[in-house]
Each structure stands twice: as C-alpha cells, then as structure tokens.
C-alpha cells in the first residue's frame, strides 16, 4: 500500500493518544521493565546507569558550551540542573542550596505514567545529575529520598556536594569528576 492510498481513511478522526513522545517513552518502560524482569533490579538500574552517565556527559559539555566555560560553579549546576528537566517536562525546583548540597522537588516527572513502578528509570536522574555535579565540581551523591516512580507523588533528591557525615551516612550513589 503506497502512502497516497492511506490519506483520507476513517483512521484519520480516531482519537488515538500516541506519538512520538508517547512512543519513545513507553518503549523506555518496556525496556526498564523488561531489565527489572530479566537480570534484575540493580542490574537494571546499572545498565540504565550507563546510559545516564553518557547523557549527562553530552548535557554538561552543551551547557558549558552555551556558558562558555570550562566549569560550572555551584549556582549554575543548580539552574542547569532546574532548566534541563524542565526542557524535557519536569518540574524540578530548588528547595534548598548550599555549599553542601542541593535539594530538588519535582511534581512532574519526565516520563510521565510511564515511569510508575519502574524506579530504574530513576537512575536517568541520578547519572545525568550526579555526573554533571561530579565533573563540575569533583564530588557528588545522588539521594533519591522518594520518586514518583515508587508511588510517592513527588521526588525529592538530593545532590550531596561534599562529604559529610550527613551525606556519608546518606544512602545513594557517589560520583567523582575528573
């Protein structure tokens, strides 16, 4: 069937909610869940890990290009941070800075419904967040205190930007800079 033949059928009217973000992100939990079954949840969230690493990597090399500088300070980790989920529909917001940490509240999360039950996904935040912090200013650990994707309604993570006995005794992931 050509495409010339498809134009004007009865499916053009139907009121069906997919596209190309829709899509990409059920197949982003597809793929989660399918991880979580197969070789299990910190497998999962290992490998989703990497790819975290390697997006936060490309975001931090772009925002320090539109910067122009070769390192981000603390205030500006903490905007980036803010300004690249909202470019991709969360709602991150600062509640609390300083040169120990960043905490961040979010009521939208990026993947939408489609991140419920699958908390792997979550390590997208963590990787993108903590590398950037890690590469900017040589430290960081990520605590996601609650997400969205565990039932929460909110996530609330904090970027721990010093080792402290605060963020020693916190449960998370560490990231180092070069």
Avoid: W
Wanted: proline share 3%; aromatic share 6%.
């Amino acid at each position: 069937m050509s495409a010339e033949s498809t134009a004007g059928t009865p499916l053009d009217g139907l009121h069906v909610d997919f596209h190309r973000d829709v899509f990409f992100r059920s197949m982003l939990r597809e793929l989660a869940g399918t991880l979580e079954e197969v070789v299990g949840m910190d497998e999962a969230a290992g490998f989703i890990s990497v790819v975290g690493q390697r997006v936060g990597d490309q975001l931090n090399a772009a925002y320090r290009t539109a910067l122009d500088t070769p390192k981000l300070d603390r205030p500006q980790i903490a905007d980036v941070l803010v300004d690249l989920k909202r470019r991709i529909d969360g709602e991150f917001r600062i509640v609390e800075q300083s040169d120990e940490k960043l905490v961040f509240v979010n009521t939208a999360c990026p993947f939408g419904d489609k991140v419920l039950g699958r908390p792997a996904l979550c390590m997208m935040t963590s990787n993108v967040f903590g590398s950037i912090a890690a590469e900017n200013l040589g430290y960081a650990k990520l605590v996601l205190q609650e997400t969205i994707a565990q039932g929460h309604g909110v996530c609330r993570a904090i970027v721990h930007l010093q080792q402290t006995p605060e963020s020693i005794a916190a449960d998370g992931r560490e990231y180092y800079g070069n």
